[in-house]
T-cell receptor, first 116, second 118 residues
Framework: DAEITQSPRHKITETGRQVTLACHQTWNHNNMFWYRQDLGHGLRLIHY???????NKGEVSDGYSVSRSNTEDLPLTLESAASSQTSVYFCASSESYTSGSYNEQFFGPGTRLTVL | AQSVAQPEDQVNVAEGNPLTVKCTYS??????LFWYVQYPNRGLQFLLKYITGDNLVKGSYGFEAEFNKSQTSFHLKKPSALVSDSALYFCAVRDSRVRGSTLGRLYFGRGTQLTVWP
């Protein structure tokens, strides 16, 4: 069965370190998204991609970067981790959006990141 | 600008009673609306969506949602709650535009914690 996976599921790191969170989907979806979930804020969009070599900033992109070299993967990198980036991170994917296409997003299980 | 409001952080209901989780939205153009559920330590799972047509949408696990254009609402409902329905529920609206960099983005509410007590 197709799925979307994230690794690691839990990560503890120190302030200033570079961290990369992996997201891999086997749906063959063109669209991929990264969100962070924090109490009181719900889900906030960090970065998203509509296809290979395409990336776009979301509403909370400062301190994060992504690159899309293939359809299956969208790794999220924290360039220099800060305590404010302690959060739960979710990756999601969906089919291409075209006129008449309204497909829902499928979510991964999440990565809990703690920055000390 | 697109946005979603879930006015209640928590909803408590007794098992067997009907439940309602409220959602209102603001969107340019036609709204595409979604409900997701999140169980503890899990990702979000899709419940149902409204795109067009019948204002009452039926989804997974016996949930349904009623689209009301005049009130810009999309409330989630279930006739008889189960303890296993206890979870965090998110409403989301999709940008209806078919061009531009924001194409297809989902805007989420802050979530409503539903607790069903026995």
């Amino acid at each position: 069965d197709a799925e979307i996976t994230q690794s690691p599921r839990h990560k503890i790191t120190e302030t200033g370190r570079q961290v990369t969170l992996a997201c891999h989907q086997t749906w063959n979806h063109n669209n991929m998204f990264w969100y962070r979930q924090d109490l009181g804020h719900g889900l906030r969009l960090i970065h998203y991609s509509y296809g290979v070599q395409d990336t776009n900033k979301g509403e909370v992109s400062d301190g994060y970067s992504v690159s899309r070299s293939n359809t299956e993967d969208l790794p999220l990198t924290l360039e220099s981790a800060a305590s404010s980036q302690t959060s739960v991170y979710f990756c999601a994917s969906s089919e291409s959006y075209t006129s008449g296409s309204y497909n829902e997003q499928f979510f991964g299980p999440g990565t809990r990141l703690t920055v000390l | 600008a697109q946005s979603v409001a879930q006015p209640e952080d928590q909803v408590n209901v007794a098992e067997g009673n009907p439940l309602t989780v409220k959602c209102t939205y603001s969107v340019s153009g036609n709204p595409y609306l979604f409900w997701y559920v999140q169980y503890p330590n899990r990702g979000l799972q899709f419940l149902l969506k409204y795109i067009t047509g019948d204002n009452l949408v039926k989804g997974s696990y016996g949930f349904e949602a009623e689209f009301n254009k005049s009130q810009t609402s999309f409330h989630l409902k279930k006739p008889s709650a189960l303890v296993s329905d206890s979870a965090l529920y998110f409403c989301a609206v999709r940008d209806s535009r078919v061009r531009g960099s924001t194409l297809g983005r989902l805007y989420f509410g802050r979530g409503t914690q539903l607790t069903v007590w026995p």
